[in-house]
């Protein structure tokens, strides 16, 4: 990516930032000159100092984040951090394939906590400091497979539609504040989470489909992100922007 200066003096949280999609964002944005929150279940340790690495400053949270007490214990650290929150990247999910007659409903509330709690969570959490400020930058991680009949992913697929909503609502609640909240539909990408809850043969598979025929990786979203939470969209709120290789071409 080319380095720019879009995001000087702003400083960001970027949830799932130990791998894939998270790691490569909170790079970019610290390229683009973002002081980098990152955020995981497990330790985002490395990827804070590969942060660091690029002369911004990081720092790594270790939360579940689709509790809220974990939620409410880490919003100082990152409040604190350089004093305000700027940019959300709501970025921690998963994938999982369930065979429908499998589904039960604990399985159900898991999906939805980890791809759609987790995102409300964190919003809530920081969505003050960004008010305060009278600019702020959320971008929720949604998926293209919202526009594709794919089987074994009913609790998924209606965890991401929810994320779709959630966006479409804040935008409206948020605007007045000076606050954009849009939403990124990625592929399926080779990173660790694809490997795991997807498989390089579906991935393989997806690309044939795609009208840019590779597989997609953590790289290929992260000038939408970035674009997403910066100046350049200020006029831009509520949207889903699909960053799929022309999978869903509509």
Same mark, same amino acid.
């Given at each position: 990516?080319?380095?720019?200066?879009?995001?000087?003096?702003?400083?960001?949280?970027?949830?799932?930032?130990?791998?894939?999609?998270?790691?490569?964002?909170?790079?970019?944005?610290?390229?683009?000159?973002?002081?980098? =929150?990152?955020?995981?279940?497990?330790? +985002? !340790?490395? $990827?804070?100092?590969?942060?660091?690495? %690029? &002369? *911004?400053?990081? /720092?790594?949270?270790?939360?579940? =984040?689709?509790?809220?007490?974990?939620? +409410? !214990?880490? $919003?100082?650290?990152?409040?604190?951090? %350089? &004093? *305000?929150?700027? /940019?959300?990247?709501?970025?921690?999910?998963?994938?999982?394939?369930?065979?429908?007659?499998?589904?039960?409903?604990?399985?159900?509330?898991?999906?939805?906590?980890?791809?759609?709690?987790?995102?409300?969570?964190?919003?809530?959490?920081?969505?003050?400091?960004?008010?305060?400020?009278?600019?702020?930058?959320?971008?929720?991680?949604?998926?293209?497979?919202?526009?594709?009949?794919?089987?074994?992913?009913?609790?998924?697929?209606?965890?991401?539609?929810?994320?779709?909503?959630?966006?479409?609502?804040?935008?409206?609640?948020?605007?007045?504040?000076?606050?954009?909240?849009?939403?990124?539909?990625?592929?399926?990408?080779?990173?660790?989470?694809?490997?795991?809850?997807?498989?390089?043969?579906?991935?393989?598979?997806?690309?044939?489909?795609?009208?840019?025929?590779?597989?997609?990786?953590?790289?290929?979203?992260?000038?939408?992100?970035?674009?997403?939470?910066?100046?350049?969209?200020?006029?831009?709120?509520?949207?889903?922007?699909?960053?799929?290789?022309?999978?869903?071409?509509?």
């Amino acid at each position: 990516m080319t380095t720019t200066d879009s995001h000087v003096g702003r400083t960001a949280v970027v949830t799932g930032a130990a791998g894939g999609f998270g790691t490569a964002i909170a790079l970019e944005l610290a390229r683009r000159g973002a002081d980098i =929150i990152a955020v995981d279940i497990n330790s +985002a !340790d490395e $990827t804070a100092a590969a942060v660091r690495e %690029t &002369g *911004r400053r990081a /720092i790594a949270l270790q939360a579940d =984040i689709s509790d809220p007490e974990q939620v +409410a !214990d880490i $919003t100082p650290d990152m409040i604190g951090f %350089t &004093g *305000r929150v700027d /940019i959300l990247i709501n970025n921690a999910g998963a994938f999982p394939f369930i065979d429908i007659f499998d589904l039960d409903y604990a399985k159900w509330r898991q999906t939805f906590a980890i791809n759609t709690d987790t995102q409300f969570l964190m919003a809530t959490a920081v969505m003050r400091s960004m008010r305060e400020n009278g600019w702020g930058r959320i971008v929720n991680l949604a998926s293209n497979s919202l526009g594709l009949a794919v089987p074994q992913m009913v609790a998924y697929m209606s965890a991401k539609g929810a994320v779709v909503g959630f966006t479409r609502s804040l935008a409206t609640d948020l605007a007045p504040y000076g606050i954009t909240v849009n939403a990124v539909c990625p592929t399926a990408s080779r990173t660790p989470g694809g490997h795991k809850f997807i498989g390089d043969e579906i991935i393989d598979s997806v690309a044939g489909m795609q009208a840019i025929k590779r597989a997609g990786v953590a790289e290929d979203i992260v000038g939408t992100v970035c674009f997403l939470s910066s100046d350049d969209s200020a006029f831009m709120t509520g949207q889903t922007v699909v960053c799929d290789g022309g999978l869903m071409r509509v």
